[in-house]
């Protein structure tokens, strides 16, 4: 876990650790938690990890995210959320008491720079995979891909799920606002192809339903 500030988002030594686990992202589980800042405001290599607030939903996410990486030892849902309902009081208390950050405003990134960085990540991807290696992808890198595209759409998305299936992946993302957005995406398909359908099926999705 990850305690990203205005203050220290930037800071070296983070970013130093974090390149490092980026380079392990199949074998790690790594969560920058978010205090004062919005995950559209991360870049970089803390962008491929999914990013948490420090809220009662997004902690309660996290909590359920860290036991799914038990496997086997994991313990029911219903646990996690009675205990959750027991100790939140007490943890949203001590959150209160942190000292306040230094005086700085929150980084604002413009919609340029987010696009650039997509286009940079495809790109880069673009010269690293083979065909064969798109094929048997691990569902890691799709969730990575997938995130870096979805966010720059919808900076509200706070979680996503991969699930792999017989000849594809079933993704489903939710947003602050609860919004849930599915799609289901084919294996093998090229990088280019993999965003122009994300960023089809979003917008989609995102649009409100035609009344006539």
């Known amino acids: 876990m990850i305690c990203l500030t205005p203050s220290n988002l930037h800071a070296d030594w983070i970013l130093f650790e974090a390149r490092a686990l980026s380079k392990t992202l199949q074998n790690t589980f790594v969560c920058p938690l978010l205090i004062g800042l919005e995950p559209s405001d991360i870049n970089g290599p803390l962008a491929q990890f999914q990013a948490t607030k420090v809220t009662r939903e997004g902690i309660l996410k996290l909590l ?13 849902d219903s646990h996690i959320e009675e205990a959750f309902e027991v100790w939140w009081p007490k943890l949203e208390g001590e959150l209160k008491k942190l000292p306040k950050d230094e005086d700085l405003p929150r980084p604002q990134r413009t919609e340029r720079d987010l696009l650039e960085e997509v286009l940079s990540l495809v790109r880069n991807q673009n010269r690293t995979l083979t065909p064969e290696a798109v094929r048997g992808e691990s ?30 992946y079933e993704i489903a993302a939710f947003n602050e ?17 993999f965003e122009a359908r994300v960023i089809s099926g979003l917008t989609e999705q995102s649009q409100p339903p035609d009344e006539s």
């Open 64 to 76: 359920k995210t860290l036991n799914t990486g038990l496997a086997e030892s994991a313990l029911p």
């Open 139 to 168: 569902r890691s890198n799709v969730s990575h891909k997938f995130g870096t595209i979805a966010r720059t759409l919808d900076p509200n998305i706070q979680r996503w799920i991969v699930r792999e299936k017989a000849n594809g």
């Open 177 to 193: 606002s609860r919004k849930k957005y599915r799609l289901v995406l084919a294996l093998g398909l090229p990088d280019g192809e």
